[in-house]
């Protein structure tokens, strides 16, 4: 047992800790003090407290320095703003009204004025005191009249109270004279007053208006500096789901820092501030100054101008339009606000710093799309969509992808049940020769410089197996031709039919070069430069004359040939002869060797050549690729990399970046050896087999792609995430009009439409060959406004000629019935208009037609026009007798209006003058010069040719308030006062009662519209039927 | 070089901090209990000698409050400079690789390594338990009880060394800090890479003999299935008694147990010294089983 110690040992000094603890050590517990270690470690703990207050409030709050500074440049920016617009302002005139309010001012401010004020304020009081005594003195008045008019009922003595009264009311008369007598004295001093303030109201009314702009500004500067410092969200509820398949909601915080994405005071580069000082001030400023919100620039001839420009984090949305307020970024939550992350990806939730916030943390799946990648969020909400207007890359990337036929090996979103992309096989061998085959398969590119065919790499034997089974396979093929050639044919006159009739539209040769590899314009079909080795006469001249005898799905239309023309066509491509010069030997083997045809069937089978082609026996076979559908998801650990080292594929990053489209940003920390799916995509779209090694064959075709081509697959095939947006944020899929477009426009695309025409302003490719406007195709933009639908049905059906003027012809497409209600439906649907039964029986308003004739006459719309199909080729315009049943009458309306606005380069005149000039009547006697009227008459009257019988006359009727035009059918038009008209379409109209008094056949006066009970003025007399 | 940074990497996880504590933690109180355990058998007992014996309060209940405070600012330094460890959302469809369980879990998960998951994953535990329970029980050396001591407990001491300290806390630093993807055994120095490939070349105990462990049929081969027995039982039971039979007449100790004790301590004992041999054949002679038996097609019996 130790002994305690009586006495505490010598303390040692605390400064020396060896020591000390071992002094420590030796003291009783019982006698060591625990005074220095409780006061160490409680200042330890309120200091860490301390840094724990600052960490929360100050360092995870970054944006906290940043709302500072954008208060600080968005004062500054209004100060600049202000200076600009006072400098507008007319010296002269300014300092005019500051020195009127000035000497106004100081004249309210003298004391005479002031004696003047509290003058009427005197007599105010005194007014008050003295009214009151005369409202008493009334008062009491009343009272002894009622006493004394008491006395007189009962008889009683009445003097001394008739006195009293008169007394009273002299006194009353007296009072009366004071109170007049003191407001007459305040009225004399008032006007000494009044005009100095109502001049001085009026002055700053004048400065007001004078100033307004910097009032606004002033304003906005007010609001700027009384900006609160607060986190700003938005919430999309229900957005979208978690991976368990629950909604979720999506909470943006990103415009807590990037204050000015609506403000236009900061579009990028703006001048922020020229202030020398105010730009040194805010360099030092401590609030958050390791990043800068500005780029100072040094302007002027000796650099000594030192301004601020806004740089990104406040600069506003490039696009404030279509994709800030088209997709109702910042409204308050509801259907179809979306936030920024819902496009741009990132945490938007997270504020703590930029590289969270951006979601630039490897956990983090949806980090910021840098680049043109933001395009890939596109396909999110609009899933069908061809075009994204503003968005390049996708739009093209999925041109490609339907046109390299990707969707023949790989299932992908949006193309299911696509057609085959390229010719059908089965009678290859009444089209090419095997050595042709065989040249083409070695080296497609080197055929056709842009071709879309691409190289499979085989070796001499692996291409000869192909060509031998495709040569076996074709030797049961079905084809005949129909129409034979017998030789002949003028060159010259072949290459003239090409540059006229419009081959050109879709093919290449000779002058009509083509560099793009979208199918679109003239590279849509082959280039036609080598045919003359590729193809045999016989096979060119039916092919020619009928497309579909050779190949059913063919897109190649029948442009209604005659032999002659067919000929001379076939002699002038025929002519057109070449090599493919990268291949240089020829087959060796015997192509009808059963064992190199089944060499050749195996190897179709790896490769997957029935994806694009129809060959016989491989029918049934299924995709040989991969699924896209969630391809964008993947991690670099579910991609095979090979044995491709890290340099290569950071080549390919600085690459991309050389060429100005660089791949996405990634969170370096979480990638190896430059191993992220950017690289990974642009390799393999440059170098199909880049990944290939010993052990794991690859077997994708090399496409040759551009650097942009592969960038805008990359693009693309970024966006196939399978992501879920809610119906109630995403485009609407049973939207109508949505589906008639997305359908549409993949229509036009796929038929090459676009070649000729342009549709939605866009397309019409063959304009560059054609220099008169007036020889071009028409344009469809205006189609959906202008043509009724079952006239369209017919000419897409059998072309008959509008325009018999024109030499470029339109084709025979053979289109069924269903492509033709997808053209219909897309025609309407860019105008907005329902897919819906029309019926055009159109009633001309008999009223109108003697002036419509009369105006018919004086414009001699028959110099132009005709009226009848006999139309020869010194016809320049098309035949009127046809309007009836091809045009709107409502478009026509819109066509005389403004004929150059519908149809540029028209040889149509614009009789009225044209909306921008000012319309007005060339015959003034005419409807009383009323243009409205005049061009409703020249239409009536032409709807009217070649009817015998017209239909009952037009009554009026007044429906809400409005005359309208009714017809039998029902629809109606409305007649405003200003002169303008609008079909009104479906609107309410009140019920009418049959009017028992409208004589048959009688029309009613268009002045009268008298009545409120409009009545169908027809001979049965029956109510009309109107909705 | 870059496997390096990787393992450094890995190391400074916020993850991996507590098991870096736990570590450094192990380590000194392991060391400072040797420590003192030695001086004790060398000089005597020193807590014997003490008699200062003062009373919890205040004298105890001051020096933890003054811990609680160190305590708290170990915490508070702790959350503000390590963000928490949050990973992506969940996801049904995507596991993720390698696929770790809660740390203090990790020895388990090790164990599923070289049994099957009945046996690692639910006979094991629940021996541990048992084992842990019955301690009391089996324990009857009434020595050490309030001092360090290795020479007055040297089975006791051995027995939590080889359990805890190996068979738990070294698994768990084996299957942080070198099971990388594909639960595949990585050196500090290797890279983690996710399309490693390793070559499988496991085979049974018998098999390594010519004694194929099924037959063609995929029947159990009766020979390997009598010899895998035998093996199994003869270490668990039979080491046990051949002790028993050969020393309790020269060890007092064993007689004082008496059978039950002696034979509960020592098939747990067999069953816990079996782990690291059978690692050891796993690792060093690539044996997957021992005895290969199973009961129709659903209930095995692999060991």
Same mark, same amino acid.
């Given at each position: ?172 008369? *007296? ?84 204050? *000015? ?384 080292? *890290? ?257 540029? *380069? ?122 | ?303």
């Amino acid at each position: 047992m130790a002994v305690v110690p009586s006495t505490r040992p010598e303390k040692a000094p605390w400064w020396n800790p060896g020591k000390y603890f071992a002094v420590r050590r030796k003291t009783p517990i019982e006698l060591r003090s625990y005074t220095n270690i409780y006061a160490i470690l409680s200042i330890f703990l309120f200091l860490f407290t301390l840094w724990a207050v600052m960490d929360e409030v100050l360092t995870r709050r970054p944006w906290k320095g940043i709302q500072e500074d954008f208060k600080d440049f968005k004062i500054t920016r209004l100060n600049l703003e202000i200076r600009k617009e006072l400098h507008k302002l007319n010296p002269a005139d300014t300092q005019a009204i500051h020195k009127e309010i000035k000497s106004l001012q100081k004249e309210i401010g003298s004391n005479a004025y002031k004696a003047k004020l509290s003058k009427i304020e005197d007599y105010d009081t005194k007014i008050v005191t003295a009214q009151r005594d005369y409202t008493f003195t009334k008062s009491l008045a009343d009272e002894k009249y009622y006493v004394l008019d008491e006395a007189r009922t009962e008889h009683s003595d009445t003097t001394s109270k008739s006195k009293t009264l008169r007394e009273l009311e002299r006194t009353m008369n *007296g009072q009366k004279r004071v109170v007049d007598s003191l407001q007459k004295l305040r009225a004399d001093v008032e006007a000494q007053v009044v005009p100095t303030e109502r001049r001085l109201k009026e002055v700053e009314h004048t400065h007001d208006s004078v100033f307004a702009q910097v009032i606004v500004l002033k304003r906005k500067r007010e609001a700027a500096q009384q900006m609160n410092i607060a986190v700003r969200q938005t919430m999309l509820v229900n957005y979208e789901k978690t991976n368990f398949n629950n909604l979720k909601m999506r909470v943006d915080r990103c415009v807590t820092c990037h204050l *000015g994405y609506d403000d236009d005071l900061f579009k990028n580069d703006t001048l922020i501030s020229t202030d020398a000082a105010q730009i040194k001030a805010w360099t030092k400023s401590n609030k958050y100054n390791d990043k800068k919100h500005y780029t100072v620039v040094k302007l002027g001839p000796n650099q000594d101008t030192v301004v601020a420009k806004v740089t990104t984090v406040f600069a506003m949305h490039p696009n404030i339009n279509l994709l800030i307020k088209g997709h109702k970024v910042g409204e308050p939550s509801g259907n179809g606000v979306l936030g920024c992350t819902s496009c741009h990806g990132g945490q938007g939730g997270s504020l703590v710093s930029t590289e969270f916030a951006h979601g630039f943390e490897h956990h983090w799946t949806e980090p910021l799309a840098t680049g043109h990648y933001v395009e890939t969020s596109c396909r999110n909400c609009h899933a069908g969509k061809m075009d994204f207007e503003g968005a390049k890359y996708i739009s093209m990337g999925k041109k490609l992808f339907t046109d390299f036929g990707c969707y023949g090996c790989h299932n992908a979103p949006g193309y299911d049940g696509m057609p085959q992309q390229a010719p059908s096989l089965l009678n290859i061998t009444k089209k090419v020769t095997p050595q042709w085959m065989y040249q083409w398969i070695s080296n497609p590119r080197g055929w056709a410089h842009n071709t879309r065919m691409p190289n499979f790499m085989f070796n001499q034997h692996e291409v000869t197996a192909v060509v031998a089974y495709l040569n076996d396979q074709a030797k049961t093929g079905t084809y005949r031709p129909i129409a034979t050639y017998s030789g002949g044919g003028n060159a010259v006159n072949g290459k003239q039919i090409f540059g006229e009739i419009g081959c050109f539209g879709c093919h290449a040769v000779d002058d009509y070069k083509t560099d793009s590899r979208v199918k679109e314009a003239n590279s849509f079909g082959p280039d036609l430069n080598k045919i003359g080795s590729k193809v045999t006469a016989a096979w060119m001249f039916d092919w020619i004359k009928n497309p579909k005898n050779y190949h059913m799905q063919s897109r190649m239309p029948s442009l209604r040939l005659s032999d002659g023309e067919a000929a001379d066509l076939t002699a002038y491509l025929m002519q057109h002869t070449g090599t493919n010069d990268s291949v240089s030997s020829s087959m060796t083997e015997d192509i009808n060797s059963p064992a190199l045809i089944k060499e050749g069937d195996k190897l179709i089978r790896t490769y997957g050549c029935f994806g694009c082609h129809e060959i016989k026996g491989m029918e049934d076979e299924a995709k040989v690729s991969v699924s896209l559908s969630t391809f964008g998801k993947k991690t670099p650990g579910e991609l095979f990399y090979g044995n491709v080292p *890290g340099s290569v594929l950071g080549h390919f990053r600085s690459e991309f970046k050389k060429i100005g489209l660089p791949l996405a940003k990634v969170d370096e920390e979480a990638i190896h050896d430059n191993q992220d799916w950017y690289t990974w995509v642009a390799g393999k779209m440059k170098n199909s087999r880049m990944y290939q090694t010993e052990r794991i064959p690859q077997r994708m075709p090399n496409f040759q792609m551009s650097d942009e081509e592969a960038y805008a697959l990359t693009v693309l095939l970024k966006g196939f995430t399978g992501h879920y947006v809610s119906p109630s944020y995403a485009d609407q899929p049973d939207d109508p009009t949505q589906n008639g477009l997305d359908e549409g426009r993949m229509f036009a695309h796929w038929n090459n439409c676009v070649g000729c025409h342009q549709i939605e302003n866009a397309g019409g490719y063959v304009g560059k060959y054609i220099q008169d406007a007036m020889y071009r195709p028409p344009l469809l933009t205006p189609e959906g406004n202008k043509v009724q639908e079952q006239w369209l049905r017919n000419f897409l059906k059998g072309p008959t000629p509008i325009r018999p003027w024109l030499k470029i012809r339109m084709p025979t497409f053979g289109f069924s019935d269903s492509s033709i209600s997808v053209a219909t439906h897309y025609f309407l649907a860019t105008k907005a208009r329902p897919f819906v039964l029309t019926d055009y029986q159109f009633v001309a308003d008999q009223n109108l037609l003697g002036a419509g004739k009369e105006l018919f006459d004086q414009l001699k719309c028959l110099s132009c026009h005709v009226l009848s199909t006999a139309g020869g080729a010194q016809q320049i315009a098309p035949n009127l007798e046809l309007t009836r049943h091809r045009l709107r009458p409502d478009w026509v309306i819109d066509w005389l209006h403004n004929p150059e606005g519908q149809q540029p *380069g028209t040889r149509m005149p614009a009789f009225w003058g044209t909306p921008e000039k000012g319309m007005a009547s060339l015959y003034p006697a005419i409807l009383g010069g009323d243009v409205e009227m005049q061009i409703r008459a020249v239409r009536d009257y032409v709807y009217s040719i070649g009817m015998d019988n017209l239909l009952p006359p037009t009554p009026y009727a007044t429906i809400n308030g409005k005359d309208h035009y009714v017809y039998p059918n029902g629809r109606y038009d409305v007649y405003l006062t200003n002169g303008s008209i609008v079909n009104d379409g479906q609107g309410s109209i009140i019920p009418t009662k049959p009017s028992t008094t409208a004589p048959a056949g009688q029309p009613a006066a268009r002045a009268k519209p008298d009545t409120k009970h409009a009545s169908r003025a027809g001979k049965s007399g029956k109510p009309t039927a109107m909705r | 070089m870059e496997g390096l940074h990787n393992f450094l990497k890995i190391l400074t996880q916020p993850d991996n901090v507590p098991i870096i504590i736990m570590m450094v933690s192990v380590l000194g109180y392991g060391w400072l209990g040797v420590k003192q355990a030695r001086r004790n058998d060398r000089e005597g007992i020193f807590e014997a000698t003490q008699s200062d014996k003062v009373q919890t309060w205040p004298y105890l209940v001051k020096v933890e409050f003054l811990m609680t405070i160190g305590i708290m600012i170990m915490l508070t330094v702790w959350s503000i400079t390590i963000n928490a460890p949050l990973e992506e959302p969940a996801n049904p469809t995507l596991t993720p690789n390698p696929s770790k369980a809660p740390w203090y879990f990790l020895g388990l998960q090790e164990m599923l390594v070289y049994f099957d998951p009945w046996i690692a994953g639910v006979m094991l535990p629940t021996f541990i338990l048992i084992g842990l329970i019955v301690v009391p029980y089996i324990d009857i050396n009434p020595k050490g009880n309030g001092y360090y001591t290795l020479k007055e407990r040297p089975f006791s001491i051995a027995v939590f060394s080889i359990g805890f300290l190996i068979l738990w806390v070294a698994l768990i630093v084996l299957g942080t800090f070198m099971r990388g993807p594909g639960w595949y055994f990585f050196w500090p120095w290797e890279f983690w890479d996710t399309h490693r490939v390793v070559a499988l070349t496991n085979v049974d105990f018998f098999e390594k003999f010519g004694i194929a462990s099924k037959n063609v049929d995929g029947s159990f081969n009766l020979l390997q299935v009598l010899l895998g027995g035998v093996m199994v039982i003869s270490f668990l039971v039979g080491i046990p008694m051949f002790i028993w039979e050969k020393y309790k007449e020269k060890k007092p100790v064993l007689r004082e147990m008496g059978v039950i004790r002696y034979a509960i301590t020592a098939a747990l004992f067999m069953m816990m010294v079996g782990l690291p041999i059978k690692m050891l054949l796993r690792l060093a002679l690539n044996i997957k089983y021992v005895w290969v038996f199973g009961v129709g097609h659903d209930l095995f019996f692999n060991i």
